[in-house]
C-alpha cells in the first residue's frame, strides 16, 4: 500500500476533487449510527462514472481500499470508511440523466438522493415510492436494499430499480438490466448488486421505476392500550386483503418521543398510522373496514388527517422518530436494531421484544414497518455508559436471534454494516 504515491496521483488528476483537510476527514469518518468513527485518509469528489473508473484503478495500482460514501445516513455504520482508505463522496454525481415519462422511468446518478429526484419528476405526475424515511442517496439505497414505509405497496429497492452502471474494483466499467420490464438475458447481475454494499462494485448510475402520485392519499390513525391487540389489527388487514399504502406502528415512547420533538399533540398510547390511495368513494369503504375491525379489538381514537398540511406534519414526524428518540436524552447515541419476521409471527416478535425492553430498564421505543413484518428499537443510551451500551447489545443480540428462530432475518432494510457480520453468519451459515 502506498499513499503517498496515489494521492499525488489523484492530486495530479483531479486537482479540484481531492481534499485532505480536517474538515473534510470528519465530515466523513461517520454515519448514524452508534459504531466509532474512522478517519479516511483523503476525500475525493468523482462527477461521472469515467472518473469513477479512473479513481479505483489508481487505488488498485496503489493497493489502496475504497469507501464510498453517499449522503451518510446508513444507520449501520456502512459510511464509515474502512481503515487507511479513500473516501468517494458521491454527492456531485446528482444528476437527474434521462426521464421517460411514458415508460414511468428515469435514470439518474448514484448520488442524487429521493428528494431531489422526486422534486423534479412530480411536475410530470411521477414519483420515486422507494421511501426509507432519511432523505439517503439512490446509489447508497441500491448497495443496501433500502425499503421504507412505502414497501407494503411498491415494494423495496430490489423491486423498483431496472438496471445498473457500476465499476470494479479495477475501474472496469458495467451496465446489468436495461429499461425493458423484465428480461431473461443471461444472470440477474442487477439483483446481485443490490444489498451488496460495495462488497462486489461501485454503483455509479441507477434505472428506476417511477410511479404516477397516488389518486387522494389519505392518512389515518388508531390508538391502542395493548400492543398485541395492535399487532392482531395488522395480522386481520392484511388477511382481509384491504390494499393498504403504508402502516406504520409507533408505541406509546415513540408516540411520547415524537409529540416533544414534533409539537404533536397525539394521544400517548401505542398507535398505528395508515395510508389509503384511490377514490374517495373506494378509500371511504377501505377505512370502514378498518375502524371496524380496531373497534373490535379495542382500539380508539380512531382519526382521520384530512388537510395535507396535518397528513406531512404526522409522515414527518414518523419519518423524524430517530432524531426524537435521541432528543429525549440529552449528550445521547441511539442504537437502532432492524429485523423482520413473517407477518404471522409479528405480534409475538414484538410482544417478546417488549418485555426483554422491560427488563433492560433502557429507554427504547419500537417503530416498526408493520405490513411487512419489519420493526426497530430506538435504544438511547447515554454516551460514555459502557453499561448501557453492553445492555443495549444483549437487547439486540436477543432481538436477532428470535427473529431467526421465528423464520425472519436480521435486517429487514438498514443492511449488514459494521455492527451485523454475525447476524449474517448465522442466518446464513460460515459459507457466506
Known amino acids: 500500500m502506498n499513499t503517498t504515491s496515489l494521492l499525488n496521483a489523484l492530486l495530479s488528476q483531479f486537482p479540484e476533487q481531492l481534499d485532505q483537510s480536517k474538515y473534510a476527514l470528519e465530515q466523513h469518518s461517520g454515519d448514524e449510527s452508534w459504531h466509532p468513527k474512522q478517519h479516511p485518509i483523503a476525500v475525493i469528489y ?4 469515467q472518473d469513477v473508473s479512473n479513481i479505483a484503478s489508481l ?62 419528476v412530480k411536475d410530470q405526475g411521477l414519483f420515486f415510492p422507494v421511501d426509507p424515511g432519511a432523505n439517503a442517496s439512490i446509489g447508497g439505497m441500491c448497495a ?30 458495467f451496465h446489468t438490466g436495461g429499461r425493458a420490464r423484465k428480461s431473461a438475458s443471461g444472470y440477474d447481475l442487477t439483483s446481485l448488486l443490490i444489498g451488496s454494499e460495495g462488497t462486489l462494485a461501485i454503483i455509479t448510475e441507477v434505472t428506476l ?59 400517548e398510547n401505542h398507535t398505528l398510522f395508515f395510508e389509503f390511495h384511490g377514490s374517495l368513494q373506494y378509500i371511504q369503504e377501505q377505512t370502514n373496514t378498518v375502524e371496524a375491525l380496531s373497534k373490535e379489538l379495542g382500539g380508539s381514537h380512531f382519526s382521520w388527517a384530512t388537510q395535507q398540511e396535518d397528513k406531512n406534519r404526522l ?24 429485523v423482520c419476521v413473517p407477518v404471522s409471527a409479528l405480534a409475538q416478535c414484538i410482544l417478546d421484544t417488549h418485555e426483554d425492553i422491560q427488563n433492560s430498564g433502557l429507554l427504547a421505543p419500537i417503530v416498526g414497518h408493520v405490513g411487512d413484518g419489519n420493526f426497530h428499537l430506538l435504544i438511547v443510551i447515554p454516551n460514555n455508559d459502557e453499561d448501557a451500551m453492553q445492555q443495549a447489545n444483549t437487547l439486540n443480540e436477543k432481538l436477532i436471534h428470535r427473529a431467526l428462530t421465528m423464520g425472519g432475518t436480521c435486517t429487514g432494510e438498514h443492511g449488514i454494516g459494521k455492527g451485523k457480520k454475525h447476524g449474517l453468519i448465522e442466518e446464513h451459515g460460515n459459507g457466506v
Request: aromatic residues 4%; contains cysteine.
Open 46 to 49: 468523482p462527477t461521472s462514472t
Open 59 to 120: 487505488c488498485h495500482q496503489h493497493n489502496v481500499a475504497m469507501s464510498i460514501f453517499g449522503a451518510g445516513t446508513s444507520v449501520e455504520g456502512q459510511s464509515i470508511p474502512a481503515p487507511d482508505s479513500l473516501c468517494i463522496d458521491m454527492s456531485r454525481m446528482n444528476k437527474l440523466l434521462n426521464l421517460h415519462t411514458d415508460d414511468q422511468d428515469c435514470v439518474v446518478q448514484a448520488g442524487l438522493t429521493r428528494l431531489e429526484l422526486n422534486a423534479q
Open 144 to 173: 443496501t436494499r433500502a425499503s421504507g414505509t412505502n414497501a407494503v405497496k411498491f415494494g423495496t429497492m430490489k423491486h423498483n430499480v431496472l438496471g445498473l452502471t457500476a465499476v470494479s474494483a479495477d475501474g472496469t466499467i
Open 209 to 267: 421505476r417511477l410511479q404516477g402520485i397516488p389518486e387522494n392519499p389519505a392518512v389515518a390513525t388508531v390508538q391502542f392500550q395493548n400492543l398485541e391487540a395492535l399487532t392482531q389489527l395488522v395480522f386481520q388487514v392484511l388477511q382481509v386483503g384491504i390494499p393498504i399504502a403504508r402502516i406504520e406502528l409507533l408505541d406509546k415512547p415513540a408516540i411520547t418521543a415524537v409529540n416533544q420533538y414534533a409539537q404533536l399533540q397525539l394521544q
Open 315 to 338: 409522515w414527518k414526524a414518523r419519518h423524524n422518530v430517530l432524531y426524537a428518540a435521541k432528543a429525549t436524552l440529552p449528550n445521547s447515541t441511539v442504537w437502532t436494531t432492524d
